[in-house]
């Protein structure tokens, strides 16, 4: 039996109990994961990102293991929620426009000391001032870097769009800008890349596009670590107090970690370890988070169906944003259909041998995601489910 087979019999027994659809999380595989990130973090904190996870006891899970601290949080009504449910230290990766949210967090002293905003742009301050009452509470502001590698002249750009601001001279003049106003404190400084951390470098079947990945992305790391650690100086000259330099990503934390002026690093699909993680040569982890859906027909030799399943990821569309068929290994999706709102139609040899009722295993292309389709997750040690607990959709929350 392969290590593959092995795991959909536990998958199985463990759920035989429980009707599909249903997600899971392998706990061992989720620990394992997590050691992992630790390892290749060196020494350095991981602040968990929230969004990749979505789901409260699994936050606290993994940040109760040593070489975890903090929450990047997606949203800022995400992350009051999570102060208030006693989580101290969550930065908001994102630039909000969400004054209600403003005004909430300038009028709470817990909530004005556990949550720090992003700001690429004094306008956004220019919101949390327009509905604050309170002056006297600081509200904890980070800056965020662009760290796309421009070449020629700019003309050509890699990388995700994000902040406008890229020299060490912006960056200064938006820490002075911040340090000026009467009601703010600088604690941080944010760079996430992306084209680095998030883009598999050993694209199946397409050695030529792989080395040429490979290849931006050494000079992109070259790059960036040079900018930024000018940029932490900069910064620094005004704000000396800052508290953290945030950098990197699941496929990046060794090489972001090996940069002094990076204090800590940011990751969090590597815990559940999704289809577009299985593409990269710096790590290898175990996928820990899956959904089955029920087999519902048996159209043909060859051919069962299952319901539902049409769960794309998001980002720009294409094959690799659809979950995977994983479990029984062997099948693929019918090309004319793919994987459908309703029902998915999958092919294979190993078709053969599923019977009306039985499980098909699949993970996501993406991590928190998952959670977005599912109210529960089933937490699978060996081959028992030992806890269920909800995800933010279960909870209520759908912050995106």
């Given at each position: ?69 903090g929450i990047m949080s997606f949203t800022l009504a995400e992350s009051l929620w999570l102060a208030r449910a006693g989580f101290e230290d969550v930065l908001l990766a994102y630039p909000s426009a969400d004054r209600t949210a403003f005004a909430e967090l300038a009028s709470d002293p817990k909530l004005a000391a556990a949550v720090t905003v992003m700001v690429d742009d004094p306008a956004q301050l220019d919101l949390v001032d327009a509905v604050r009452e309170r ?266």
């Amino acid at each position: 039996m392969t290590p593959r087979a092995a795991d959909r019999a536990r998958y199985d027994r463990a759920t035989a109990h429980l009707d599909a659809p249903v997600a899971i999380v392998d706990l061992e595989a989720f620990d394992a994961n997590a050691d992992d990130l630790v390892r290749r973090a060196a020494g350095k904190p991981i602040r968990v990102a929230s969004k990749s996870v979505r789901c409260r006891a699994l936050l606290e899970r993994v940040l109760a293991r040593p070489g975890f601290a903090g929450i990047m949080s997606f949203t800022l009504a995400e992350s009051l929620w999570l102060a208030r449910a006693g989580f101290e230290d969550v930065l908001l990766a994102y630039p909000s426009a969400d004054r209600t949210a403003f005004a909430e967090l300038a009028s709470d002293p817990k909530l004005a000391a556990a949550v720090t905003v992003m700001v690429d742009d004094p306008a956004q301050l220019d919101l949390v001032d327009a509905v604050r009452e309170r002056q006297d509470l600081e509200v904890r502001v980070c800056l965020e870097l662009d760290t796309s590698l421009q070449l020629f002249g700019g003309r050509v750009r890699v990388g995700a769009r994000r902040s406008p601001l890229r020299t060490p001279a912006q960056l200064a003049d938006l820490a002075r800008s911040v340090a000026r106003r009467p009601g703010y404190r600088l604690v941080g400084l944010m760079a996430y890349e992306g084209h680095v951390a998030g883009v598999g470098d050993a694209v199946a079947g397409r050695p030529v596009r792989s080395r040429a990945i490979r290849l931006m992305q050494s000079a992109a790391r070259r790059e960036l670590a040079a900018r930024r650690a000018e940029v932490v100086r900069a910064v620094r000259a005004v704000a000396p107090d800052l508290e953290f330099v945030n950098g990197g990503g699941t496929g990046s934390v060794q090489h972001t970690a090996a940069e002094a002026a990076v204090t800590e690093i940011a990751a969090g699909s590597g815990l559940y370890v999704p289809r577009l993680f299985d593409n990269y040569t710096s790590f290898s982890g175990r996928p820990a988070a899956l959904f089955a859906q029920p087999v519902v027909r048996r159209p043909g030799v060859g051919v069962v169906t299952v319901l539902g399943g049409g769960y794309p990821a998001s980002g720009a569309p294409g094959a690799d944003r659809l979950p995977v068929p994983y479990l029984p290994e062997g099948l693929r999706y019918d090309g004319q259909e793919g994987a459908g709102e309703v029902q998915t139609p999958l092919l294979g040899s190993a078709a053969d041998d599923l019977l009306i009722g039985d499980k098909v295993w699949f993970r996501h292309a993406k991590a928190g995601e998952l959670c977005e389709r599912f109210e529960e997750l089933r937490l699978v040690e060996g081959d028992r489910v030992t806890a269920t607990v909800p995800t933010y959709r279960g909870e209520g929350r759908t912050f995106l």
